[in-house]
């Protein structure tokens, strides 16, 4: 189970990432730049909260 909640901060981290280099490169409307920004912090916390709950285990 570790390897899911590393998997889902890693993919998390990506999205954050293209996220910010799709509205850097290209114009975007500020709803698809904050939903994908909210979906990268959410899958991010969502592997922290997995990842720590199997630490305190």
């Known amino acids: 189970m570790k390897k899911k909640s590393l998997i889902l901060t890693v993919a998390g ?4 990432v293209v996220s910010q280099f799709i509205t850097h490169f290209a114009s975007t ?4 730049s904050g ?9 991010l916390f969502l592997g922290l909260v997995r990842l720590r709950t199997k630490a305190v285990k």
């Open 13 to 16: 981290m990506s999205v954050i």
């Open 29 to 32: 409307s500020d709803f698809l």
């Open 35 to 43: 939903a994908l920004l909210g979906v990268g912090i959410g899958i």
